[in-house]
């Protein structure tokens, strides 16, 4: 399965590399991710709602110009920009609902963490247009710079106490709101829900 991920912002070089290199190393056997960037004119971070949107809007190009050959494209971003499962695209997928998909299955309370409240917002909008926000505890705003995306003990120094916050108010599991980071689970007390290695392995069962 060849599939092709589109970053929700403009990364650079560098950054790319990252994110290809964390793909290849979550991907399932006989899954093959190749990461593109979007062009110098989208957003650098996804800091305001006027971010979120052009992210969606530069997505959406990306994915309609470079999607031949690839038998899925899935937009690295838990947003799931330019991801409408309502238009019946069978050869597209979202981070966010293929996690939300997972955790719900089961049918017990969740919560998502993220880095700013643009995020949330967002998040939150597209949880209620997916009708899976019914089993949500909250969507716990961290206030982070988006440096920490790269920088692993920000994150997860973090997500600690975000994590602890939402399992006090009953969430068994937890959508990471990221998907470029790698997050240390350990001794939290609930799960903590990576969301593009559950995509991954969620596609790849899938095509078994």
């Not at 964390?22 to 971010?51: C, F, I, K, M, Q």
Request: hydrophobic share 45%; glycine share 6%.
């Amino acid at each position: 399965m060849r599939i092709l991920a589109i970053t929700p912002i403009h990364v650079g070089a560098e950054e790319l590399n990252r994110r290809q290199e964390r793909y290849t190393r979550l991907a399932p056997e006989g899954v093959e991710v190749t990461v593109v960037d979007l062009p110098e004119s989208a957003p650098t971070a996804l800091n305001t709602d006027e971010d979120v949107l052009a992210s969606d809007e530069h997505v959406a190009e990306v994915m309609a110009a470079s999607r031949a050959g690839y038998d899925l494209v899935l937009p690295d971003c838990v947003l799931d920009p330019a991801f409408a499962p309502s238009k019946g695209d069978e050869a597209a997928r979202g981070l966010l609902h293929q996690a939300v998909t997972s955790v719900t299955a089961t049918g017990e309370p969740f919560g998502v963490i993220v880095r700013n409240e643009a995020i949330a917002k967002e998040l939150r909008r597209r949880l209620a247009e997916y009708e899976m926000d019914e089993s949500l505890v909250d969507v716990q705003v961290m206030d982070l710079p988006f440096e920490a995306v790269t920088n692993h003990e920000m994150w997860n120094a973090a997500m600690t106490e975000a994590v602890a916050a939402l399992a006090d108010r009953g969430a068994r599991s937890v959508i990471n709101g990221c998907s470029a980071v790698d997050v240390d689970e350990e001794g939290l007390g609930v799960r903590v829900v990576d969301p593009t290695q559950e995509a991954l392995e969620a596609l790849a069962a899938s095509a078994k």
